[in-house]
C-alpha cells in the first residue's frame, strides 16, 4: 500500500482523553484503554470509528459501559470498526487487549528488554498495544495506571508527571501518571522493572523546580553523570537561545539495551539506546562521548520542536526531524569548537545523505509518499533537513531567523503542523518571499554548481558565474532551479578579504550569494588584484561545486583561508583529485604517483601549532576508501582504492617520520583524561599520528605500546584499530584483542568496538572472521546495537571485505538480512541499505551484488519493511 501526502483528510473523530490501564505480566500483558470520543462537527451521524491496531488481541469492548453485541464491530489484528455509535456523537469507549512483551522482538510497541518492560511507539507502535487513531494529528490527554509485580518492577514510569501509588495485595503495586499536555499516540511512553537510577535538579527561567532521573542497569550508576551534565547543559541552552522552557514536574530518561535506534523523545520519558547513556573514559570514547552529548540534547530540545508543536503527519517528518537536529548541531557547536563540528557535520553529510540522494533510495526532504514511513528515518529526512532550517538562517540572518522561530512556537504551540507552517512563519516575521527557497523540501538529490571566474584587471573587476543543476531522481525528472545561498569572500594575497565596492549582477547581501536562477553571473567592483574565491564557506547549502580552481589555488585555501570549512575542503579537494587519479592508475596495473607538493602541504598543516589539533587532525585524516569510492563515482573498485590510499599515506608517512614522532610524544603529555573538545582534539591528532607512524616504522610495536598503557578508552580503541587495520593477524594484534575480550567480555556495548574493528579489517579474509564472531557467546542477531557492529559495520564500512569482487560478501549479507527480517523487520530493512550504491561499482561486483538483491526480492515472507527496500534498491 503506498501513502500520498496529497491524501491528508482529518479525523470523523476526535480522542480528547485517554486512560490506559496496564497489568503487566511478561507473556501476557492486559491493557485497558478507557476513550472520551467525540465526532467531528458536520461529520454524518452513521460514520463508523475505525482504529488502527497492529497484531492485537481484543478481549473485551464496551461502549457507554455496555458490552458490545458481536455484530456492532468488527476485530482484526490490525484493525477495529465500530458502527451504530451514539446519535450526539459523544461516547466512551473501553478497550481491553492482550499483549505478549516477551517475544515482541521488533522492538516496536510494548516489549521486554533484560527484564525491563519498554515501549516504542513511534511512528506507528502504539497500534501494537491498543486499538487507535494512531497518527501524529490525534492529540489526546493521557492518564496511566501500570500495575506489576513488587519484585519484577519496582520502578513504574510513564510520560508526564506521577500521580499516584501504592502496594497492592499478592505482591502487586501501581502508579498513576497524568500528562496535562496534549500529545499524539506515537510520544506515550511505559518503562517499568528494576533499574538503577541518578537524580539531580535544574530551576527553569522562570523557577519551576524539575526533578530528574536517568534510569540504568544497577551497578551503572556512575556511567550516567555525563548524560545528566548533557542534560542541564541542554536545558540551559534551549532557555538561552530559543527562549524555551522546560514544562513539567519531572524529566525522566531511561537507558535500554535493545533499541533500534538512537532514543525517543517521548514527552517527560526519553528512552535511550544505553550507547547514548553510558560512558566514563575506561570504557567510552570521544566520539562516544560527543553522541551522547548531542543525542541527549536532541531528544530534550524535540520537548518543543516535537511534542509541543508536532508533526500533522509523518509526510511531515523533517519539520520535527530537521529542525531538532539544527538545534542540536547548534548545541554542540556552542559547547564544542564550532568549526570543527562543522565539518564533522560535513563529512558526516558528504558520507552519508549525498550517497542516499544520488542513488535509487533518494527522496525529497519532506517526501510525497511512502510504503514504509520506518524507511523515511534516513539521512536526508534528519540531516540534509537540518541543513535546510540552517540555509533559512544564513538567507535571512540570525535576528529574523529568531523572530521566525519566536512566532513558530507563538502561533503554533499545540498544534500538529506541517512545512507550509514552519515557511509561513519566516515569510511573516521576515516579509520575504521563500516559495523558491521551499523547493528544498520538495526536489530530492544533491544540487551541482558549476563555478567560472573572470578578473579583468584594467576595470578591478572579478565576475563569478554558476550554473545550477540537478539530476533526475526516482519520480522526479524535471527541477526547477532553487534558491541557493553561497557564503563567500575575495582573498587577497595571504588570505586577507577583499571587500568589493560593489556587487551587480545576481542579488548578494553582505557575505552571502543568493544564487536563483538557473546560471548567473555576479560581478564584484573595486577589486585591487585578482582574488582567490573562497566559496561555500561554513558550508552555507548542501550543495556539490565543480570550480574552475587550480591546484595553486586550492593549496592557497588550504594554506591562507580564515574559513576553516572551506580550508580544510580546498585540502580535501586535492588530496581527492590525486587519490582518485591514482585509484584509477592502481586499476590499470600501474604504480601510484604522488608529487612533494601535497606531502609539503601536509606536514605544513600537521606542524601548525596556531591551528587547533581537532583541526589538524581532521586535515591529515585522508579521505576514507568510501570518500574515494563516492567521488569517483562509477567503475568502483575497492582494491584499488585501497592502494591509492595507502601509497599516499605511506608517503606522507615517510616524509615526515621524524617530526611525527616528535609531535606524538609531545601530544602524550596531556594529563588526565577530560572529555572536553581540547583533550579530544589532541587525542584525535596523536592517534592519526599514531597510524602515520605505524605505517612509516613497518612495526606493530608503538600500537601495542599505546594499547597497553592507554588509560582512556579512545587512545585504547585507536592503538587496537592500528594493529587490526594495519597487522592484520599479527601476534601483536591477537595479543590485544585478547587482551581487550578479557577485560571487558563481560561489557557488550563495550565489546561492540571490538566487534566493529575485526569486521573493519580490510581484504579477503573479513567475511570468514565476521562468520567466527557471529558464534561468539555474546553475539546475537536479537541485538541492534550487536548487530549493527558487526554486520552493519561490515556491509557499510569495509570497502575491500564486503565488496569482495567473488561476491561472497553480499552472498552472505543478504542471506543474513533474510534472517534478521524474521526477527525485526526495521533493522533488516536499515541495514540492507547499505547496498544502496551498488550500481557504482565496476561490473563484476554488480553483477554480484545484483543478483543478490534479486535473491532478496525473490523471498516471499518479506517484510514491507524490507521489501520496500530492495524493491527500490532495484528498480
Ligand atoms: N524520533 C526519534 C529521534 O529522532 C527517532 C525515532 C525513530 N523511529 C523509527 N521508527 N525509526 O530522536
Ligand atoms: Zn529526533
Known amino acids: 500500500q503506498v501513502f500520498h501526502l496529497e491524501d491528508y483528510k482529518p479525523t470523523d473523530f476526535l480522542i480528547p482523553e485517554t486512560h490506559l490501564d496496564f497489568s503487566l505480566h511478561p507473556e501476557r500483558t492486559v491493557v485497558k484503554s478507557t476513550l472520551q470520543i467525540e465526532r467531528r462537527a458536520g461529520v454524518a451521524s452513521d460514520a463508523p470509528l475505525i482504529l488502527d491496531g497492529d497484531d492485537l488481541k481484543l478481549v473485551d469492548i464496551r461502549l457507554d459501559g455496555a458490552v458490545l453485541g458481536d455484530n456492532a464491530y468488527i476485530a482484526t489484528p490490525d484493525r477495529l470498526e465500530i458502527r451504530g455509535l451514539p446519535e450526539n456523537g459523544a461516547f466512551t469507549l473501553e478497550i481491553t487487549t492482550e499483549i505478549n512483551p516477551t517475544t515482541n522482538r521488533q522492538l516496536t510497541g510494548l516489549y521486554r528488554s533484560s527484564d525491563v ?190 511534542n509541543r508543536i508536532t508533526c500533522r503527519d509523518w ?110 512563519v519566516f515569510e511573516d516575521a521576515s516579509g520575504e518571499d521563500l516559495s523558491q527557497f521551499a523547493l528544498w523540501y520538495d526536489q530530492a538529490g544533491t544540487p551541482n554548481l558549476a563555478i567560472t571566474y573572470d578578473y579583468d584587471q584594467a576595470t578591478k573587476t572579478f565576475e563569478i558565474e554558476i550554473e545550477q543543476s540537478l539530476k533526475p531522481t526516482p519520480g522526479q525528472t524535471s527541477k526547477k532551479p532553487m534558491h541557493i545561498p553561497v557564503q563567500f569572500a575575495l582573498l587577497g594575497a595571504k588570505g586577507r578579504e577583499l571587500k568589493p565596492r560593489s556587487a551587480k549582477g545576481g542579488l548578494v547581501k553582505d557575505d552571502v550569494i543568493h544564487l536563483r536562477k538557473r546560471k548567473e553571473r555576479f560581478s564584484f567592483s573595486g577589486i585591487p588584484e585578482r582574488p582567490v574565491p573562497s566559496l561555500l564557506r561554513g558550508f552555507s547549502a548542501p550543495v556539490t561545486l565543480t570550480s574552475e580552481l587550480t591546484r595553486t589555488d586550492l593549496a592557497f585555501l588550504a594554506r591562507n583561508d580564515g574559513d576553516e570549512v572551506t580550508r580544510w575542503q580546498a585540502l580535501t579537494q586535492l588530496l581527492n583529485a590525486k587519490l582518485t587519479s591514482n585509484a584509477k592508475r592502481v586499476r590499470g596495473g600501474k604504480p601510484a604517483t604522488i608529487e612533494n607538493s601535497s606531502i609539503k602541504l601536509l606536514g605544513e598543516i600537521a606542524f601548525n601549532v596556531t591551528l587547533d589539533e581537532a583541526f589538524r587532525a581532521l586535515c591529515l585524516s585522508i579521505p576514507s576508501e568510501s570518500d574515494i569510492a563516492r567521488e569517483l563515482g562509477a567503475n568502483i573498485d575497492p582494491d584499488a582504492i585501497l592502494g591509492s590510499r595507502d601509497a599516499l599515506i605511506s608517503a606522507v608517512a615517510e616524509a615526515h617520520a621524524g617530526k611525527f614522532a616528535q609531535t606524538y610524544s609531545e601530544l602524550a603529555r596531556v594529563g588526565s583524561f577530560k572529555p572536553d573538545a581540547a583533550g579530544a582534539g589532541r587525542r584525535a591528532l596523536r592517534n592519526v599520528l599514531l597510524d602515520y607512524l605505524s ?181
Open 117 to 306: 518492560y519498554c515501549t516504542q511507539c513511534e511512528a506507528e507502535g502504539f497500534r501494537r498495544i491498543t486499538y487507535f487513531l494512531d497518527r501524529p494529528d490525534m492529540l489526546s490527554v493521557y492518564t496511566v495506571r501500570i500495575e506489576a509485580e513488587r519484585n519484577e518492577a519496582p520502578l513504574l514510569l510513564s510520560n508526564g508527571n506521577p500521580k499516584d501509588k501504592g502496594k497492592l495485595t499478592n505482591g502487586r503495586h501501581f502508579a498513576v501518571w497524568h500528562d496535562p499536555h496534549p500529545k499524539p499516540a506515537y510520544l506515550f511512553a511505559l518503562v517499568a522493572g528494576d533499574l538503577g537510577v541518578i537524580t539531580d535538579t535544574f530551576t527553569t527561567a522562570s523557577g519551576r523546580h524539575v526533578d530528574l532521573g536517568i534510569y540504568v542497569e544497577h551497578g551503572k550508576e556512575p556511567r550516567a553523570l555525563y548524560a545528566m551534565d548533557a542534560l542541564k547543559r541542554s536545558m540551559k541552552w534551549d532557555e538561552d537561545v530559543f527562549g524555551r522552557e522546560y514544562d513539567l514536574d519531572v524529566f525522566n530518561v531511561v537507558a535500554v539495551s535493545d533499541f533500534n535506534m538512537g532514543a525517543m523523545e517521548n514527552k517527560g520519558l526519553n528512552v535511550f539506546n544505553d550507547k547514548y547513556v553510558l560512558a566514563d573514559p575506561d570504557t567510552a570514547t570521544d566520539t562516544d562521548y560527543a553522541g551522547i552529548e548531542a543525542v541527549i540534547a536532541h531528544e530534550y530540545f524535540h520537548n518543543w520542536t516535537g
Open 315 to 424: 509526510f511531515q517528518l523533517c519539520l520535527k526531524e530537521g529542525l531538532t537536529v539544527y538545534r542540536d548541531h547548534e548545541f554542540s557547536a556552542d559547547m564544542r569548537s564550532r568549526a570543527v563540528k562543522r565539518i564533522a557535520e560535513v563529512k558526516g553529510l558528504k558520507a552519508h545523505q549525498f550517497p542516499e540522494d544520488a542513488g535509487p533510495l533518494a527522496h525529497p526532504v519532506r517526501p510525497r509518499q511512502f510504503r514504509e514511513i520506518n524507511n523515511f528515518y534516513t539521512s536526508t529526512v534528519y540531516e540534509k533537513g537540518s541543513e535546510v532550517v540552517r540555509m533559512i538562517r544564513t538567507i535571512l540572518g540570525p535576528e529574523l531567523f529568531r523572530k521566525g522561530m519566536d512566532l513558530y512556537f507563538e502561533r503554533h504551540d499545540g498544534d500538529a503542523a506541517t512545512i507550509e507552517d514552519f515557511i509561513k
Open 695 to 875: 605505517v612509516a616504522e613497518s612495526s606493530s610495536k608503538r600500537a601495542a605500546t599505546q594499547f597497553k598503557n592507554a588509560d582512556n578508552m579512545t587512545d585504547r580503541a585507536a592503538a587496537l584499530g592500528v594493529l587490526v587495520q594495519r597487522f592484520g593477524d599479527s601476534d601483536a594484534t591477537n595479543h590485544a584483542l585478547q587482551a581487550f575480550e578479557a577485560r571487558f567480555g563481560n561489557d557488550p556495548l563495550v565489546m561492540d568496538k571490538w566487534f566493529v574493528v575485526q569486521a573493519m579489517q580490510p581484504g579477503n579474509g573479513a567475511l570468514d572472521k565476521v562468520r567466527e564472531l557471529m558464534t561468539h557467546k555474546l553475539f546475537s542477531l536479537d541485538n541492534p546495537n550487536r548487530t549493527r557492529a558487526l554486520i552493519g559495520a561490515f556491509s557499510s564500512g569495509n570497502q575491500t571485505g564486503f565488496n569482495r569482487a567473488d561476491g561472497a560478501g553480499y552472498k552472505f549479507f543478504a542471506e543474513t538480512i533474510l534472517t534478521i527480517d524474521k526477527k525485526n523487520p526495521q533493522l533488516a530493512a536499515r541495514l540492507l541499505t547499505a547496498m544502496r550504491s551498488w550500481r557504482s561499482f565496476e561490473p563484476v561486483r554488480r553483477e554480484h551484488a545484483r543478483e543478490s538483491l534479486a535473491n532478496i526480492a525473490r523471498e516471499t515472507g518479506l517484510s514491507a519493511d524490507v521489501r520496500d527496500i530492495v524493491e527500490r534498491t532495484l528498480a
